[in-house]
């Protein structure tokens, strides 16, 4: 009784033995893609991938971080990865690449391939940081900035929110980018991401908008904040004017807002924000005469300056802020009220109000 | 009666038989002299010698309970061997009760210390043993049954329970269970437990050995059984659920909140003690995305001169610690604080320069060696200690999700046990009557 | 008791997404899909009501015993063999399904069946166990998956990026008439009751089921979150396009303060009990069904150790399981997962007028014997 049962033992385990290396790789053998940028190749309708590879070590230090940056061109970018694999010594590991980055060129072409191959990743996160580098990936990738801990974590840490939150820098996700590429009534943006003039840190103030081809519209620093705040509702950003030959700097804590758009043959899209913040810098005892009337004239600029905003991205024919899908949903509207924006979308109105309240005034007066 | 005994015991020369002769009276007498104490002097030699008295002496045979009338022949070989002098006198045999007790005082706990808790713990003495019972348990429904187990040692056990509050369908499964008993020598109550537990049962302990008296006593309120055992210094006490084995008796003397708190960290330190090494190669060989960017890369750095795969590299590890850890329990106490030294810090440290093991290796083996050592119960830590190894098997061939799907099937196994018909692992049942009473076919 | 009732309930409620009923809905979402909710909302809690009362009136009885008791032994054979049929399918899909997404997810480069046999294999050994054991693992499993689940689902509806636009846009489409495809898909969330076929030996006589509002009020939560919470975070175009829809919609969140950074392994993860716990429960009642055909079975909720048979009939499922795996592929999956559903609807419905109609029968008898003696 006792001898088959120990044979069959032993055959199990060996059995066991030969099961393992399916999938088994050690991390040692990895190689962690920490960031990808697609380009447009030199030929025609070719790509050029690039990959930043993480060389990991085991001390963690300020600029110890080391990087390998590979690239290659090829017809697809599927071919292209594929053929990078030639190129490094261990196995292409995508599943902490959390940076994506698109070339402008390519941008202006048109991505859709891209988003497939994208999509169809497994192990590509749904959450990974999508950005347009400027003015190409490769240049971008290339750069080693001094403070990087651990290999890619300065261009994680200036997309997400864990590290800097900047009013400036958007955040956008992979899958919050191929939704706005089919949705119906609302388009897609990316952050801009550029080398800093020193070359030492990566520069992320700007925003692109897509319609569902190509590139459309790039918003300069301060549309782009003020387009963070009013579609993204971002707090910790600011808005100053000037008053009485100084400047006054209002540090927002709370954004609120609110559409609602008019039924006309031409719709009117009201659009109500309601912010409140105190203040940064202002001069001595400026709250103690009128606050209120600080408050008019920051929401009238507030007024301008985003219906500025809006008619320019109107005029540029995307819709980023979704009035599409909101002028949809407000009133239930199926594929014929789709068909009736798209026609009046180029000539809708905008009406801002604004409400701004300022209930500290910092530490002084 | 001593031709019969001196038949039985032919070469026992340590036996001592004579026949006495005070002038009046003859009484013949057997006895072990190495199992009976001075107690025989003052009961026995005294009065019959130089003070004796026929009345005095008659009256003391019939009042005195130590003496007891055997007449059974076939009964007097066992009770020589107990301790026990037999005499007799013209054609009456009795017994004398004069077995030598070596131990007069509790033993302090060794095995499940206390903070704050009572210090006394169990003896080698089953009358010992007893009061320290009685003496917590001091209710007169308390019960005692002797038994007698072991065809070479002849151990004395005794069956305590609360009459009131028995689940008698789990003492009629006992007594089933150990009418099926038969071992040649019963010598711990680690024995027993293995030869009263199913077959199938024998991944976890489904009784519960303890040395403390007050964890007895109040289980014996909750209506559980408990078996003492002469020769040990462990009761045994059952049915038990997962619970029981992983309280310390310190849960009942602290304040609610640190309690549960305490318990709570115990049942994490388990689930990381089985999981930790398994989800180590796990993370490292197949899906080292699934923790965050940081961790992946700190493990990727410190493995980087590490030679061969992962799992070589835990078998190393907890074959170090787990060699370690029973040499230090072998080893006299002063040479093991130096073995743990050695082997801990110092190998350790090395193995970790050298570039054999990497440095998180390091930490998931302390933290496994450490958590196992927080079970209360050594029994229990011993079975999770080789169940962590099925759960490295498994990682190896199929990753992080057969490490869920093994953990799924270990939770359907404990919830299968059963201890004498009682649940083993289930949330909320009620403590008593509850499921040995509705099974049909045990009834 | 009665809780575990309410065990059964929330988890079915909560494994909808691995039997593709968020992927049915989806398909169906600007043809449908919304108003059939509607209706099987009304519809699930009036069934799982009814039913539930139906079977306390027979305590200690599971659906098979009843069947064998009051019917022709022919008709109950039969009756029992369609349910045994319908929860082995149930498990079978399960098992397939989560199997293929681990092999997507987490083991991309491995043998398919490989995992296929580990899934098996905790099944079988699962859905072996008595029903008492299967009952009490139920409970703690879920007591331990749930509120992570439960978490993860409140992550996603405060989550900023969820589009409440999007949303309201398909809510719009409630005015297009009903399909019965999704209207079956959507009542299989209320479908927890129906364990009742088989746990109902485990309650004692004078059980009384309270709190019932719970099924409605959770079932309904669990209907609406699967649904909108993937339109939410991928559009009302996209989300047609996703086969792993849910994996996808969980992979579009971020434990920021988490040792996981991806809510997807969690999620994966908390799913892997779930659907063992799922493949383990089905099985183990369509055993039961099996065992109810032989004539001498007698009901046992606690046995220790099993009997051999458990053994056998769990391994056929097994086999079957493998058998299914090397037909199918994923569009025969969605044919058989569709038709599955309406199949479940159909003896879902049965059931009640079944016991309805024994009870009838058996009400009158009594009233004609009451008769005769006065």
């Known amino acids: 009784m006792k001898g088959p049962r120990t044979f069959l033992l032993i055959i199990l385990i060996s059995l066991l033995c030969t099961l393992t290396g399916c999938g088994f790789k050690d991390i040692d053998k990895r190689f962690f893609v920490v960031a990808m940028g697609i380009d447009q190749g030199s030929k025609i309708n070719t790509y050029r991938v690039t990959l930043r590879l993480a060389i990991p070590s085991s001390k963690i230090e300020s600029g110890e971080a080391k990087t390998e940056v590979e690239t290659f061109e090829a017809p697809s970018i599927a071919e292209a990865v594929r053929h990078l694999k030639a190129l490094v010594d261990k196995e292409l590991d995508f599943g902490h690449c959390r940076v994506i980055l698109f070339g402008k060129p390519l941008m202006e072409e048109g991505v859709d391939s891209a988003l497939q191959w994208l999509s169809r990743r497994r192990d590509i996160a749904m959450v990974t940081f999508l950005g347009m580098a400027e003015p190409n990936a490769h240049i971008v990738l290339k750069l080693h900035p001094q403070s990087e801990r651990y290999p890619g974590n300065a261009l994680f840490l200036s997309f997400g929110s864990e590290g800097t939150e900047s009013s400036f820098t958007l955040t956008e996700y992979l899958f919050d980018w191929a939704r706005r590429q089919k949705e119906t009534g609302k388009d897609a943006y990316l952050p801009i991401i550029r080398r800093d003039t020193d070359n030492n840190s990566y520069r992320l103030d700007r925003v692109a908008f897509l319609d569902k081809k190509k590139l459309r519209l790039c918003l300069d620093p301060a549309e782009t904040q003020l387009f963070n705040i009013s579609a993204k509702h971002f707090n910790k950003s600011f808005m100053g004017i000037s008053y009485q030959g100084t400047r006054i700097v209002l540090g927002l804590t709370q954004v609120k807002s609110r559409m609602s758009i008019s039924k006309d043959s031409v719709p009117v899209v009201n659009y109500f924000i309601r912010a409140t913040g105190f203040l940064e810098q202002s001069p001595r005892n400026l709250l103690e005469e009128n606050p209120s009337k600080i408050e008019k004239m920051l929401e009238t600029e507030l007024n301008s300056q985003l219906q500025d905003l809006m008619y320019k991205i109107r005029n540029a024919g995307v819709d980023p802020y979704g009035f599409g899908l909101h002028y949809l949903a407000q009133y239930f509207g199926r594929a014929k009220e789709w068909e009736h924006w798209k026609q009046v979308y180029p000539a809708v109105t905008f009406r801002v109000q604004s409400r701004i309240v300022i209930d500290k005034s910092g530490l002084i007066k | ?443 | 008791m009665a809780r575990y009732y309410y065990y059964h309930v929330i988890y079915v409620g909560m494994i909808n997404i691995m039997l593709f009923v968020p992927w049915i809905l989806e398909q169906h979402r600007f043809n449908g899909a919304v108003s059939a909710m509607v209706i099987a909302i009304v519809f699930g809690t009036v069934l799982a009501y009814v039913t539930t009362s139906l079977f306390l009136r027979f305590p200690g009885m599971g659906l098979a015993d009843i069947l064998n008791n009051l019917l022709p032994r022919g008709i109950a054979v039969t009756l029992n063999l369609i349910g045994a049929f319908i929860w082995l399918t149930a498990g079978i899909l399960v098992i397939y399904a989560y199997s293929a997404t681990i092999q997507q997810f987490f083991n991309p480069d491995m043998n398919p069946y490989l995992f296929l046999l580990l899934m098996t294999l905790a099944g079988v050994w699962g859905a072996s166990r008595c029903t008492r054991t299967v009952q009490f693992a139920q409970e703690i499993l879920l007591l331990i998956s749930a509120p992570l689940i439960i978490m993860i689902l409140f992550k996603a509806i405060f989550s900023p990026w969820l589009d409440w636009d999007a949303i309201r846009v398909a809510a719009g489409y409630i005015r297009t008439p009903p399909s019965f495809v999704s209207f079956c898909a959507a009542t299989f969330i209320f479908a927890g009751y129906n364990t009742l076929a088989i746990y109902n030996r485990l309650l004692p006589s004078g059980t009384k089921i309270r709190f019932r509002w719970i099924t409605p009020l959770f079932c309904t939560f669990f209907l609406l979150v699967s649904f909108f919470i993937p339109i939410g975070f991928h559009g009302t175009v996209e989300v047609g396009e996703f086969l792993y829809l849910w994996s996808v919609t969980a992979d579009s969140m971020i434990l920021e303060y988490g040792f996981v950074y991806r809510v997807l392994y969690l999620f994966l993860l908390l799913y892997t009990a779930l659907s063992l716990m799922f493949a383990m429960n089905t099985w183990h009642t369509a055993m039961e069904f099996i065992k109810a055909c032989h004539p001498k079975h007698k009901p046992q909720p606690e046995q220790f150790p099993v009997p051999s048979s458990n053994w056998w009939i769990t391994l056929v499922f097994a086999g079957l399981t493998f058998g299914y795996a090397i037909w199918t592929n994923e569009q025969r999956n969605q044919w058989v997962n569709e038709n599955w559903l309406i199949a479940r609807t159909v003896t879902d419905v049965l059931t009640p007028v079944i016991l309805g109609l024994l009870i009838l029968m058996g009400v009158r008898k009594k009233k004609s014997a009451s008769s005769v003696k006065s």
């Open chain 2, 1 to 443: 009666m001593l031709e019969q005994i001196k038949q039985q015991f032919q070469d026992a020369t340590d036996l001592f038989t004579d026949t006495l002769d005070n002038g009046y009276w003859h009484m013949e007498i057997a006895y072990f002299p190495a199992l009976c104490d001075e107690h025989i002097k003052d009961g026995l030699l005294v009065p019959f010698s130089y003070r004796f008295d026929p009345d005095e002496f008659r009256r003391m045979l019939h009042a005195n309970p130590k003496f007891a009338k055997t007449d059974k022949p076939e009964g007097w070989a066992s009770l020589l061997l107990k301790g026990f002098v037999l005499i007799r006198i013209g054609d009456d045999c009795y017994s004398f009760k004069s077995d030598r007790t070596l131990v007069t005082e509790p033993d302090t706990t060794q095995v499940e210390a206390s903070l704050e808790g009572p210090q006394s713990a169990f003896t080698e003495s089953l009358d010992l043993n007893l009061y320290l019972l009685r003496f917590r348990y001091n209710v007169p429904t308390l019960t005692v049954e002797p038994f007698e187990k072991g065809n070479f040692s002849n151990t004395a056990i005794q069956v305590v329970y609360d009459r009131k509050l028995v689940n008698r369908d789990v003492l009629e499964l006992l007594y089933k269970q150990m009418e099926k008993v038969d071992l040649d020598l019963l010598l711990s109550s680690g024995q027993l437990v293995k030869s009263l537990t199913d077959k199938s049962h024998r991944f976890f302990p489904t009784l519960l050995q303890t040395e403390r008296p007050d964890r007895v006593a109040s289980m014996l309120r909750k209506g559980k059984i408990a078996i003492l055992i002469n020769g040990s210094r462990l009761a045994i006490l059952l049915p038990v659920r997962l619970y029981d084995f992983m309280n310390a008796m310190d849960d009942y003397y602290d304040s609610f909140w640190i309690s549960r708190l305490l318990a709570t960290m115990r049942y994490i330190a388990v689930f990381l003690t089985l999981v930790l090494p398994a989800a180590y190669i796990a993370i490292v060989s197949y899906n080292p995305e699934i923790f965050r960017v940081q961790l992946a890369f700190t493990i990727d750095g410190s493995r980087a001169g590490v030679p061969y795969p992962s799992f070589i590299e835990v078998f190393i590890m907890l074959f170090m610690i787990e060699a370690l850890i029973e040499a230090s329990i072998r080893l006299p106490r002063f040479v093991g604080s130096t073995a743990t030294t050695v082997g801990g810090l110092i190998l350790g440290q090395a193995a970790q320069q050298a570039g054999l093991v990497s440095s998180i290796m390091i930490i998931v083996t302390s933290v496994v060696a450490i958590s196992n050592f927080v079970i209360p119960n050594s029994a229990f830590s011993q079975s999770i200690r080789v169940l962590k190894y099925l759960f490295l098997i498994i990682s190896m061939i199929y990753g992080i999700s057969g490490v869920a799907v093994l953990f799924f099937a270990m939770i359907v196994y404990l919830c299968s046990l059963r201890s004498f018909g009682e649940p083993y692992f289930a949330f909320f049942t009620p403590h008593q009557r509850d499921l040995a009473s509705q099974a049909p076919g045990k009834r």
